[in-house]
């Protein structure tokens, strides 16, 4: 079982690749290339629930990690490993991989072999981007991912696909020039590209304050056009309208949200929560302007775009509200999103197949000839709109509940009115394709419902909306492993304050109940009760006026299992075990909680290397 | 060519680059019943042998000044010759010889004529193997002839490679002769190149060696799908004809995009780390603004490739039956040098580890030059071009 555990990414990230080379290698004979990639993205669907069957709830960190050099110089690392966070990406992804294969079952009638070989290059380059712990292994996949959605875009694109995919592309490349010159800057100063060692050297206040927060910037840049964030959205719904209907459901959302959450965040917890009030903002003017513009599209494919655009910006608004259950309800949101999208692009897939036009005026009248496509649609339109039982409302309740109580009600009352206007749009939808006098469109062709194919597919996902509507603890335990450690580091030592905030200490006041989990979960002291370690953190950065301390960098060594077991363990490890106290040696009390009980009595003066 | 990397003494440096020279300049006028075949001889030649003479002049100076043609001569006399304003003179003049091989701007407008008129062969060979000669014979001036120089050249040839991109970016984003666009994007990556000039020491070194590898691998691979595609004739110089490229012939279709996707710099081909060794060197000179602008250039780049790339990957137009009729046949030959070129490109863009170690062993050599320079880094270039 061990050595499963251990290979179980490699062969998740190996396996459509294989599944590629066989496609390219295998005749183009009838439908020898849908078989082949239906078979290889059911495998990989059952290797990635192997993920959570073995995931140990109880320990937080990375686990199913493998960390062996690729490249000696500069040294990136072939790391990988998921958390709560990326557990659940990667079976989403694993699980609309077979939903992608079936849904361009026949809409891909030709050039099936190039199809599928950059359909699984696509698969592996997302199951990179979510397992990646390692900042170039990450860019790579990240790259990667782009380069089969354009050229899948360009050959099946609808009308222009060619425009569209260049738009795709430029959209999301450039921005990821800045965050490779970041990334480049990062290894510049730590010597490393490995995730743990860039976040504990960013949380210990080792690296330059002024570059990090252009950094943290460039990162954020680079994820917010992929969500997109409001002002950036430009790309989406061409993409959308252009894009075959298996892609088209993956390249929103999920990568984008997910990078935020885990580098920007995770990486810089101080510049980002900086940056969130200006991003709650543009999270609650993308969640309205996203419905606005929604409720006015004639074209489904464009319609379904800027409600993503909505959805995702509440999305964004439950990340940087920067509560525990806002970060919860956000990763449940994206799974759901993920789900719900994926359903809708297949339906609405299917009506573009049988009636050939994506305007919406000219439907109507289609449920009494096509009324399972009309039922299902309805249940995934009202998940998508969060009707309680289903999906959708836990991750809103959750998002919105949070931000009502901790971040803003006057955000949340806005966003609450872009969820209302969600429901307009979508039930009107339902309303202009499915009801109504029947139209010459619907008449003009004769009724041709869902096949088993298409059944197969959506009925499973439809049940999967009702189970996550009713029981999220499935979930949600596993997920929230992954944020004591944005709690903890998010009360780490300030960098950035004075560019950003008047008042620095407001800043690490974070909301007591995840601060005290967190801390008595993390900091090597859980006997000393909630609310000190708290207080002292508090205290460690009034009373540090040298906000960078200039002693030698800590060798955070690669080996001897410092990438097993959470950052959060190990930067505590490293505030308790001699950094620490030279750090806050000033602060007696502060020196007696953090260091450990063998350090407790000499006089503070510890050496600073480990 | 070899020779010219090879050598330690200016003169026979000289007399390398003449013989490199002489012979392109015949092999672009190659086609010598076109019109625009002995065009671009001619013009190649006037300005090849006018940027040749500055070459000849700096060789000159910088004798006058040392009294030696031996470059480790010259490294030590350098910094204590009486005739300093000499040195820098020749220095400069050498520069703009060289500059001028490798189709830098400003010395670059031959590039695009040169490419359009010469056989689609010729520039795949014209493009890299001068061409990394060329770069050679630079890191052996600057890093080994004139290192006390350094705060000299290095804000020169910042500006040199700001300029190459932009201008090569610009020019080419407007070109629809698909061997024009090439040219101009040559021009732009030898900006790229020249960034990792930026670098101090070593890493800068074995970044632009690495960088010519990966160049020269996919270089040769774009220019010999499009000598298929074009034919003989080249009848087909524009992008619209290869729209559909890839339902004509996927596998040339499926490796044209493959290379334009490693001119972009996308990951896991040579090309990204080809551009990575370079700004990551830029980044550790402390030139952090030469590596953002050389990114932005690069998703500049980006657009022309991704059109050439996606219009090989359109559905073709029905109604031209003369272009679909066309499924060029690929040959024995340059199937092995297709294959090649690909391997060539996907192995360093996986394991560039190998190739980088050797081109460090050369950076070493330059560094600390031993009695005699064999040069590692560069016929690492060498062997993957071949």
Redesign the interface.
């Known amino acids: 079982m061990n050595a499963i555990n251990n290979s179980i990414l490699t062969l998740i990230l190996l396996l459509p690749l294989a599944g590629a080379v066989l496609v390219a290698l295998a005749p183009d004979r009838g439908k020898l290339p849908n078989w082949i990639t239906l078979a290889t993205a059911l495998a990989i669907f059952g290797l990635t629930l192997h993920l959570p069957a073995h995931f140990d709830k109880s320990a937080s960190g990375f686990q199913f990690a493998v960390n062996v050099p690729?490249?000696?110089?500069?040294a990136i690392f072939y790391h990988v490993g998921v958390d709560g966070l990326s557990l659940w990406m990667v079976v989403l992804t694993g699980l609309l991989a077979p939903v992608g294969v079936l849904a361009s079952w026949n809409a891909i009638a030709e050039?099936r072999?190039?199809f599928f070989v950059l359909f699984l290059v696509q698969q592996t380059a997302m199951f990179g981007v979510f397992v990646s712990l390692d900042l170039m292994l990450y860019?790579?996949?990240w790259?990667?991912s782009?380069?089969p959605m354009?050229?899948l875009i360009?050959?099946y694109?609808r009308k222009d696909?060619?425009k569209a995919?260049?738009k795709f592309?430029?959209f999301t490349?450039?921005p990821s020039?800045?965050l490779?010159?970041a990334i480049?800057?990062l290894?510049?100063q730590t010597r490393s590209f490995d995730f743990t060692d860039i976040h504990n050297q960013i949380a210990l206040g080792l690296i330059p304050a002024g570059p990090l927060c252009w950094v943290a910037l460039a990162f954020l840049f680079a994820f917010a056009v992929k969500v997109p964030v409001f002002p950036l959205h430009g790309w989406l719904a061409d993409t959308f309208s252009e894009a075959p209907v298996a892609l088209a459901m993956v390249v929103a959302g999920k990568l984008g949200l997910y990078s935020m959450l885990r580098f920007h965040i995770g990486l810089f917890p101080v510049q980002a929560r900086a940056a969130a009030p200006y991003l709650i903002a543009l999270a609650v003017i993308g969640i309205l302007y996203g419905a606005c513009l929604a409720l006015v599209q004639r074209d489904f494919w464009r319609l379904l775009a800027f409600a993503a655009v909505s959805h995702l910006s509440l999305i964004v608004l439950g990340i940087y509200g920067f509560t525990a259950t806002g970060l919860a309800g956000a990763v449940y949101q994206i799974l759901n999103h993920g789900v719900v999208d994926g359903a809708l692009f297949v339906l609405l897939g299917v009506l573009y197949d049988r009636y050939s036009t994506s305007e919406i005026g000219v439907y109507g009248g289609v449920a009494t000839k096509l009324p399972r496509t009309a039922t299902l649609f309805v249940i995934a339109a009202l998940a998508m709109i969060g009707l309680p039982m289903l999906g959708g409302f836990i991750g809103e309740f959750l998002i919105l509940s949070s931000t009502f109580t901790g971040v803003s009600k006057g955000w949340a009352v806005a966003a609450a009115v872009g969820v209302i206007l969600g429901a307009a749009y979508m039930l009107w939808l339902v309303q202009r394709l499915f009801y109504g006098p029947e139209s010459k469109l619907a008449l003009s062709k004769p009724p041709d419902d869902l096949h088993f194919r298409e059944l197969a597919v959506l009925w499973p996902l439809a049940v999967l909306m009702l189970v996550m509507g009713l029981a999220p603890m499935l979930w949600l335990p596993a997920i929230e492993t992954a944020f004591p450690r944005v709690q903890l580091v998010v009360r780490g030592p300030s960098t950035c304050l004075s560019l950003f905030s008047p008042q620095p200490h407001r800043q690490f006041q974070t909301k007591g109940r995840a601060c005290g989990e967190s801390s008595s979960r993390y900091l090597p002291h859980p006997s000393r009760g909630r609310s000190r370690p708290h207080r002292c953190c508090r205290h460690a950065h009034r009373r540090d006026p040298a906000r960078r301390i200039s002693a030698p960098i800590p060798d955070l060594d690669r080996s001897a299992g410092n990438h097993i077991g959470s950052v959060g363990q190990r930067a505590a490890a490293l505030l308790a075990s001699g950094y620490g106290v030279l750090r806050y040696r000033r602060d007696k009390r502060l020196h007696h909680l953090l260091s450990p009980p063998h350090l407790r009595h000499r006089s503070g003066n510890a050496p600073a290397v480990i | 060519m070899c020779l010219l990397t090879g050598a330690v003494e200016l003169l026979l440096v000289f007399v390398a680059l003449e013989i490199s020279s002489i012979s392109t300049y015949i092999l672009a006028g190659y086609r010598k019943n076109t019109s625009r075949g002995p065009e671009a001889a001619i013009k190649y030649f006037l300005l090849g042998s006018f940027a040749t003479g500055f070459l000849l002049y700096g060789v000159a100076l910088i004798f006058g000044a040392t009294g030696t043609t031996q470059i480790y001569e010259i490294a030590r006399l350098a910094p204590i010759a009486q005739n300093h304003s000499f040195i820098l003179a020749g220095l400069a003049l050498m520069l703009v010889g060289i500059l001028f091989k490798v189709s830098a701007a400003p010395f670059h407008v031959w590039t695009p004529d040169v490419y359009e008129g010469a056989p689609s062969p010729v520039v795949a060979l014209l493009s890299t193997a001068p061409k990394a000669a060329a770069f050679a014979l630079l890191l052996r001036v600057v890093y080994e002839m004139f290192p006390t120089l350094h705060g000299l050249w290095a804000p020169l040839l910042w500006i040199v490679a700001v300029l190459s991109m932009t201008v090569g970016n610009l020019a080419a984003l407007r070109q629809q002769n698909v061997k024009r666009m090439l040219a101009y994007s040559a021009i732009a990556h030898a900006g790229y190149l020249l960034a990792a000039f930026a670098g101090q020491g070593n890493l800068g070194i074995a970044a632009a060696s690495f960088y010519i590898a990966a160049y020269a691998a996919m270089n040769v691979g774009v220019f010999a799908v499009i000598t298929l595609v074009s034919g003989y004739d080249e009848k087909l110089p524009m992008i619209d004809d290869y729209r559909g490229l890839i339902y004509r012939s996927p596998l040339l279709g499926s490796l044209l995009i493959f290379f334009l996707i490693s001119l972009v710099g996308i990951p896991f081909t040579g090309g990204f780390f080809g551009k990575f060794y370079s700004f990551s060197a830029a980044v550790d000179g402390g030139a952090v603004a030469l590596a953002i602008i050389g990114l932005l250039n690069s998703g500049l780049a980006a657009a022309y490739y991704l059109r050439l790339a996606l219009a090989a990957a359109q559905q073709p137009e029905n109604n031209n039956a003369e272009t679909s009729a066309l499924a060029p046949q690929v040959g024995i030959a340059v199937g092995a040098a297709l294959l090649l070129a690909a391997g060539a490109t996907l192995v360093l863009g996986i394991a560039p580890s190998e190739v980088l170690r050797g081109a460090e062993a050369g950076a070493h050599t330059l560094q600390a030059p031993p009695i005699d320079a064999s040069t590692p880094a560069i016929s690492v270039a060498q062997e993957s071009k071949q």
């Not at chain 1, 690729?70 to 500069?74: K, T």
């Open positions: 690729w490249i000696d110089n500069p050039r072999k190039i860019y790579g996949f790259e990667l782009l380069v354009a050229i360009a050959m694109g696909g060619p995919a260049l592309f430029l490349f450039i020039a800045p490779l010159v480049l800057w290894y510049s």
